[in-house]
């Protein structure tokens, strides 16, 4: 099971990443606005959901590393950090993202909007590689059952973006219209985003 220590900065952290400006949030954002709550939230929800695919390659390849070799192990960590560091420094150089998205998009059942959600979500490659760098830091191999804390992890990460995604998608209309007229916000968000991976990053490259 998980500890205190490992649940409390680990949810920090996942929150804060998954509400600062990127494509699946702004997509999300795009959709409530363009085509109404119901389909916002639908399309949410798939994208949130698609976190459970990377989880699964996570579980999998991680607990292999782990099985086979710790010196494997410590090398992804290692490898992990320097992603997160190249995340961080990529989202305190960004400008904030803009607003569109969906506009145009064809209309779409509720159950169509969330399979194209999840199946957009779980076909990233980049958020494949995102979950095998961020989930692994947060397990600690001397308490066992790698597989189970990666697991846990993966399905917290999820939980807290399928609620945040679906309430972005719920309250999208006004979210959009706050974020027009504050537009340092969002870069603000990446600012934070972007100090959050480079400690994060930092702390697997130093770790023994």
């Keep these: 099971m998980l500890s205190t220590v490992q649940t409390l900065p680990f949810l920090l952290a996942a929150v804060l990443l998954t509400a600062s400006p990127g494509p699946d949030n702004l997509m999300v954002l795009g959709m409530g ?12 929800l798939g994208c949130a959901l698609g976190c459970l695919s990377h989880t699964a390659l996570a579980v999998l390849g991680v607990s292999a590393l782990v099985a086979a070799s710790p010196l494997a192990f410590g090398a992804l960590r290692w490898l992990g950090g320097a992603y997160l560091i190249w995340l961080g420094v990529q989202a305190l150089r960004s400008r904030g993202g803009p607003l569109g998205g969906g506009a145009e998009a064809p209309q779409a059942s509720l159950a169509g909007l969330f399979a194209k959600g999840l199946f957009a979500n779980a076909i990233n490659p980049k958020v494949v590689l995102f979950f095998l760098s961020f989930l692994p830091q947060f397990v600690v191999p001397a308490q066992g059952q790698v597989s189970l804390q990666l697991g846990l992890l993966g399905l917290l990460f999820t939980a807290q973006a399928a609620l945040l995604f679906g309430m972005l998608g719920f309250f999208a209309g006004a979210v959009g219209t706050w974020l027009a007229r504050r537009p340092a916000a969002g870069l603000w968000l990446d600012r934070a985003a972007g100090l959050v991976f480079l400690g994060l990053g930092l702390r697997l490259v130093v770790m023994r």
Aim: avoid cysteine; hydrophobic fraction near 35%.
């Design 33 to 44: 606005i363009s085509r109404g709550r119901r389909q916002g939230m639908a399309f949410g």
